[in-house]
């Protein structure tokens, strides 16, 4: 495809779908052409398919621009350029890689944001309706973690916690021939930092990223998020331990309660417990929110006794009065 090409030929090739990528043609001749030559196109391209709503062709463009940069090492180039638009646009292992790869073999710190989504998580409503803030506390956070410990990639590289897959990166399009016979020289080595976070950095990242969206749900006057579910947790594993032989469900969900839960459910034997923090009894997160906390906990007692279910509450960290009761009550109804 010659360089010269009219914008509106691009725009009638974008608008008729017959051959989307035609541009293909250009990005095999990158020997005669240069790389630069082929990348100002590339970059042409995905101006007017991103204009044409042209999907396919915006995506194809986005990834051989990426392997342009790498190969022509305009590394800050690349790492702006291949920034997700949005937080919560979880990349995938190899671009997650690419990236950090990237960041610490041109001396910078290892962002934040990339770490944050090493660990795919799944982000609520409340975060992504908050993105750009949700964006700023992580930063934050993970960056006063890290601080003292020598940053990310100290953290990241630390052999005590796993070892780090090193290669060299060769461009993710050879197998596709889309850059002819041959393919640019890449120097960049690629170091696998996604499977040592998920596997050995795991509950530290999901406990920063919970951190963070607690500082949004504070500012909403939502209950901590961690807190709760760390105590649901302490007294699910105490009861389960207290009844082996029974199943015990975590936010167990009877079909009648709707879209409430139980936070602890034993189905056998109609037994629901309830674990309910200060923010039950007084307006610790405003005067609306615990409203609507009274009204669930009404409803959620309405419809147990309704369904016959037995519904204890716990208030306390020691659990030894709520076990002996619930202890009681199944062996009344064994009996």
């Not at 937080?87 to 041109?106: H, M, P």
């Not at 803030?133 to 796993?162: C, H, M, P, T």
Request: with cysteine.
């Amino acid at each position: 495809m010659d360089m010269a090409v009219e914008s509106n030929e691009f725009s009638q090739f974008l608008t008729s779908q017959k051959n989307p990528y035609i541009f293909i043609e250009c990005v095999n001749k990158w020997e005669t052409l240069g790389l630069n030559r082929v990348l100002d196109c590339l970059y042409h391209v995905r101006k007017l398919s991103k204009k044409y709503k042209n999907h396919t062709v915006y995506s194809v463009c986005n990834e051989l621009i990426c392997e342009c940069l790498l190969a022509l090492e305009k590394y800050r180039e690349y790492l702006d350029y291949s920034t997700p638009e949005k937080i919560y646009s979880i990349n995938d292992i190899e671009r997650t890689n690419i990236r950090l790869s990237v960041q610490k073999y041109i001396g910078e710190e290892a962002n934040p944001i990339d770490i944050y989504r090493t660990h795919f998580p799944i982000q609520s409503k409340i975060v992504k309706s908050n993105a750009k803030l949700f964006e700023i506390k992580i930063s934050e956070i993970f960056d006063s973690y890290a601080k003292d410990k020598g940053g990310w990639f100290s953290i990241l590289e630390n052999k005590k916690i796993g070892v780090l897959q090193k290669g060299l990166y060769r461009g993710s399009f050879k197998t596709n021939n889309l850059w002819g016979k041959t393919i640019p020289s890449f120097k960049i080595h690629i170091i696998d930092y996604v499977s040592v976070a998920m596997k050995e950095l795991h509950a530290t990242i999901k406990n920063l990223s919970t951190k963070a969206e607690n500082v949004i749900r504070n500012e909403y006057g939502l209950s901590p998020i961690a807190e709760k579910w760390r105590t649901e947790t302490l007294l699910f594993r105490r009861i389960r331990k207290e009844f082996p032989g029974i199943k015990v469900v975590l936010h167990g969900r009877p079909v009648w309660l709707g879209k409430q839960h139980f936070d602890i459910w034993i189905p056998e034997y109609n037994i629901a417990i309830e674990y309910q923090g200060l923010y039950h009894f007084e307006p610790v997160n405003g005067i609306k929110e615990f409203e609507k906390n009274v009204e669930r906990d009404k409803r959620k007692l309405f419809l147990a006794t309704k369904n016959g279910v037995d519904l204890f509450y716990e208030t306390s960290s020691n659990h030894d009065e709520l076990v002996a009761k619930i202890k009681s009550r199944i062996i009344e109804k064994r009996y």
